[in-house]
C-alpha cells in the first residue's frame, strides 16, 4: 500500500471511530437529562418513547451513511490507483456489463426502502397520538407560554423566564408539570405571531401557529426537569422563552394541580378558550 494508500486508510479509521463515539448518544457523562450541557455535541438524552425512536433511527442512518461513504471513498480509489493514465496505459472499451447495472439500480432501491420503513414508522408513532391521559394547551405569546389544562379545571398560567433561575436562560417561573408516564396530549397554538414549542428531550417539535390548533404527544419515562426552546423566529425575545416541563409522579401532580387551580384561579386570562370548551 502506497503512502496516499496509507493516508486514507488513517482518515477512514478516524471516521469509523467518530461514528463510534457518536452512537454514544446519551451516554455523555456530564449531560443531565432533559437540558444541553457545555460543549454537547450529541442528541439530548431521551426522555420519552418517541425520543428512543429519534436517537435509533439517527444512529442507524449514521451507520449506514459511514459505510456508504467509505464504500464509495474506496472505489474512488481503486479507481484513482489502478486506472490513472500512468498504470493503465491502454484504458479498456467495455460499455455495459449486466449484473453490474442491475446490481447498482437494485441496491441503492433496497437501502431506500431499509431508510424508509423505520421512518415512516417513526412518523406515524409522532403523529399518530394515543389515547391521552391528559391534555394542556401550551400558547406561544410574544415572548412567552402559557399554559391551560382543560382536564382539570381549566385553569390557565403564564410561564415567562426568570433570570434568577437555572439553568440559565432555560428556567422559568412557573413550569409546565406533568404526570410521569403518562400520555400527554399537547395543543398547540400562536396567540400573535408563529413559535413553535419544542422540547429535544421528548422528542417534539410543532409550530404555535395563530387561528390554528396544533396537537402533538409525548410520555415522559422518567420524573425531573425538562427544557427546550421556542424553535421558530418570532421576533425580539425569541431567545428568551423557554419551555420547562416538571415531570412528576401521580400523587405530586394531584397537589399540584389543587394548589394550581387557587394559584391561578383569578388568572382568568384565557382568552384562548380550550378546544373542548364551548364556542361563541
Ligand atoms: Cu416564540
Given amino acids: 500500500m502506497g503512502r496516499v494508500g496509507r493516508h486514507l486508510l488513517g482518515m477512514a479509521t478516524i471516521a469509523v471511530v467518530a461514528a463510534g463515539m457518536t452512537l454514544a448518544t446519551g451516554g455523555v457523562a456530564f449531560a443531565e437529562l432533559g437540558q444541553p450541557a457545555p460543549w454537547e455535541w450529541t442528541l439530548q438524552q431521551s426522555g420519552s418513547p418517541v425520543m428512543d425512536n429519534i436517537v435509533w433511527f439517527h444512529n442507524f442512518l449514521f451507520v449506514l451513511i459511514t459505510l456508504i461513504t467509505l464504500f464509495v471513498l474506496a472505489l474512488l480509489v481503486i479507481v484513482v490507483i489502478r486506472f490513472n493514465a500512468k498504470a493503465n496505459p491502454v484504458p479498456s472499451r467495455t460499455t455495459h456489463n449486466t449484473l453490474i447495472e442491475v446490481v447498482w439500480t437494485l441496491v441503492p432501491v433496497l437501502i431506500l426502502v431499509g431508510i424508509a420503513v423505520p421512518s415512516f414508522r417513526l412518523l406515524f408513532l409522532q403523529l399518530d397520538i394515543p389515547k391521552a391521559d391528559l391534555t394542556v394547551k401550551a400558547t406561544g405569546k410574544q415572548w412567552y407560554w402559557s399554559y391551560a389544562y382543560p382536564d382539570n379545571g381549566k385553569f390557565e398560567f403564564d410561564s415567562l423566564m426568570a433570570q434568577d433561575k437555572q439553568p440559565r436562560l432555560l428556567g422559568v417561573d412557573n413550569e409546565m408539570v406533568v404526570p410521569v408516564n403518562k400520555v400527554i396530549r399537547v395543543q ?8 413553535a414549542f419544542a422540547l429535544p428531550a421528548f422528542g417534539v417539535k410543532i409550530d404555535a401557529i395563530p387561528g390554528r390548533l396544533n396537537e402533538t404527544w409525548f410520555k415522559a419515562t422518567k420524573t425531573g426537569m425538562y427544557y427546550g426552546q421556542c424553535s421558530e423566529l418570532c421576533g425580539k425575545d425569541h431567545a428568551f422563552m423557554p419551555i420547562a416541563i416538571r415531570v412528576v409522579d401521580d400523587q405530586e401532580f394531584a397537589s399540584w ?12 386570562t384565557s382568552t384562548y378558550a380550550s378546544a373542548a370548551g364551548p364556542t361563541q
Fill in 257 to 268: 394541580v389543587e394548589a394550581a387551580k387557587k394559584k391561578f384561579a383569578s388568572g382568568g
Fill in 188 to 195: 398547540v397554538t400562536g396567540a400573535d405571531v408563529i413559535h
